[in-house]
């Protein structure tokens, strides 16, 4: 069964609003977990590292500032997306490494199901 | 930067056929090789995995050899089933957990 989920799985926005997503680890703890973005027919990119009771880290060319990341337990992490506009839209992944670290073995990340946002 | 290609799906089989998924990668050093399967409405989930040069990954009848020599990693099984049907993704790591993946193939097997 899972072990990471998301919520919600799909969402429908205006421009200009904020969507907040949700990631927990259902059975373990999480002091990392991690945010990626799909693009259709694209890979998906890391976005940034969500870091329990501290700031994230943000991959070189993601705003901080739009999208905003509060680790603020050790089974959730959330992702807002401040002020949507349809390029935003995309599908949004979080993963949890089980485990100690980092640095995280690669094969004990546990990946959500993701979530698709539309921004009309 | 690291990357990875993979062949543009959907990927549509008739069941018991063979399947090939193509995946060639560029990395500095020596990454880990992975594919991972995500079943509709579910998390990627890891399939199987390589971390040097001439490993077998091999998992529910699917295998991937890590071929150095061609940067490739193509996904193999004999005979598939309807129940394989999702969506593949190929991805390696050059340390410290940060992944890079493909862009996914879809496969549908059909009865």
């Known amino acids: 069964g899972a072990v990471v989920s998301q919520h919600p799985s799909w969402v429908i926005c205006k421009s200009g609003t904020s969507v907040k997503i949700e990631c927990r680890s259902l059975d373990f703890q999480a002091t990392t977990m991690f945010w990626y973005r799909q693009f259709p027919k694209q890979s998906l990119m890391l976005m940034a590292t969500?870091?329990?009771?501290?700031?994230?880290?943000?991959e070189q060319g993601v705003e901080k500032d739009k999208f905003l990341i509060n680790h603020a337990s050790l089974t959730l992490s959330t992702l807002t997306v401040t002020s949507a506009h349809p390029e935003d839209s995309s599908f949004y992944i979080c993963?949890?490494?089980?485990?100690?670290?980092?640095?995280?073995?690669?094969?004990?990340?546990?990946f959500g199901p993701g979530t698709r946002l539309t921004v009309l | 930067g690291d990357s990875v290609t993979q062949m543009e799906g959907p990927v549509t089989l008739s069941e018991e056929a063979f399947l090939t998924i193509n995946c060639t990668y560029t990395?500095?050093?020596?990454?880990?090789l992975f594919w991972y399967v995500q079943y509709p409405g579910e998390g990627l989930q890891l399939l199987l995995k390589a971390t040097k040069a001439d490993d077998k990954g091999s998992n529910k009848g699917f295998e991937a050899t890590y071929r150095k020599e061609t940067t490739s990693f193509h996904l193999e099984k004999g005979s598939v089933q309807v129940s394989d049907s999702a969506v593949y993704f190929c991805a390696l790591s050059g340390g410290y957990q940060k992944v890079t993946f493909g862009t996914g193939t879809k496969l549908q097997v059909i009865p």
């Open positions: 990395a500095t050093g020596y990454p880990s």
């Open positions: 993963s949890a490494p089980r485990g100690r670290g980092p640095p995280f073995s690669t094969d004990t990340q546990y």
């Open positions: 969500s870091n329990e009771g501290s700031k994230a880290t943000y």
